[in-house]
């Protein structure tokens, strides 16, 4: 630490006054009755102020809340998680799918998990020569109110032709449909409650399983600094399960606060030089990938991440699942 002065200019207070005095929050948040607080670690959240609430309620399997904003345009949470934003869904979606789709020589079909704002299926539905688009949702009303509140993300891809929308539990759906896809996508809430079954080796070797040869996943794989934990396993459980074949991408996500990693994982080799020349032909034919570019893909792992994934190296499965919230549930939504 330098050494500072002793001296100060007159007329000025010293520094550490300035430091110690409370920061005043804009009227138009200390005064709010609606916004919503999540709270990312016990003494670590963001506070989001709506303009407008243009829905909340209860879908029978958990809270639903749809805010207008003027940072992020509208937004939704599902039991006090932030899911997704107008500003930077695209950039969400477009890792998340077009990475694993562009990975693929020919892909005719798609199997997603999840993805009930529709922004995954607007990514798949991009590509021509997909024929089959399969959207496995177990939260109708998650459906029905991204279409009448979120419209802009799914942009009309819910009335695309090619799409089989089944409103079902996506593990017992690909448990009983030995059908295989081209890719699948794993579009889900963190692993936490039911959904942490899906983050299970046995689930990805099932998703391995469903694959044609040279499919490919796609899956989103938390933080390494604020959720090491979660980090370090979800990484060494599709590792179990599918080897060395992983690609990652970090992603700077504006309406959660921080970069999100993406991965592609599969049991076959990956082929960088197939993403890039894929992607360009797609730029070519006019396909919109304005928040994706095949180069992320190439930063090598710093030492903070490798250690954070050799410290963290469980691996979850069915008989002990990891639970991202196990420990949390007083702050995570926002309750202390």
């Not at 200019?9 to 920061?23: D, Y």
């Not at 993300?153 to 409103?167: P, Q």
């Not at 304005?290 to 979850?316: C, G, M, W």
Request: glycine share 8%; aromatic share 10%.
């Amino acid at each position: 630490m330098r050494a500072t002065s002793r001296r100060r200019r007159k007329g000025r207070s010293p520094l550490r006054g300035k430091m110690t005095e409370p920061i005043a929050l804009p009227p138009s948040i200390s005064k709010s009755k609606q916004g919503q607080t999540e709270f990312v670690t016990s003494d670590f959240g963001h506070v989001y102020v709506p303009s407008r609430v243009l829905y909340k309620g209860s879908t029978g399997l958990q809270e639903i809340e749809v805010y207008e904003t003027d940072t992020f345009g509208r937004i939704m949470f599902l039991d006090g998680k932030i899911q997704v934003s107008y500003l930077d869904e695209e950039r969400y979606h477009q890792y998340l799918v077009q990475g694993p789709l562009l990975a693929c020589e020919n892909p005719k079909s798609i199997y997603i998990i999840g993805g009930g704002d529709g922004g995954a299926i607007e990514e798949a539905a991009k590509h021509p020569g997909i024929e089959r688009i399969v959207m496995a949702e177990i939260d109708q009303v998650v459906i029905d109110k991204s279409k009448e509140y979120l419209p802009e993300i799914s942009r009309g891809a819910f009335d695309d032709k090619r799409l089989d929308l089944r409103c079902v539990d996506a593990l017992k759906d690909l448990q009983e449909d030995k059908n295989r896809y081209d890719v699948i996508i794993v579009d889900l809430t963190e692993p936490h409650g039911p959904s942490k079954m899906l983050y299970t080796k046995e689930f990805y070797q099932l998703l391995a399983s469903r694959l044609t040869e040279g499919g490919m996943v796609g899956v989103h794989t938390d933080n390494f600094d604020l959720f090491p934990e979660s980090y370090g396993t979800i990484y060494n459980t599709l590792k179990s399960a599918f080897g060395a074949n992983i690609l990652t991408a970090h992603v700077g996500m504006p309406c959660f606060g921080m970069a999100w990693s993406y991965r592609i994982v599969s049991p076959y080799r990956i082929n960088f030089e197939r993403i890039e020349k894929n992607f360009r032909a797609a730029v070519q034919r006019g396909m919109q990938l304005d928040y994706f570019h095949p180069s992320t893909y190439l930063a090598q792992p710093t030492a903070r991440e490798r250690a954070v994934i050799e410290k963290f190296n469980r691996v979850s499965t069915n008989a002990s699942p990891y639970d991202k919230f196990e420990q949390a549930a007083t702050y995570i939504t926002g309750k202390i």
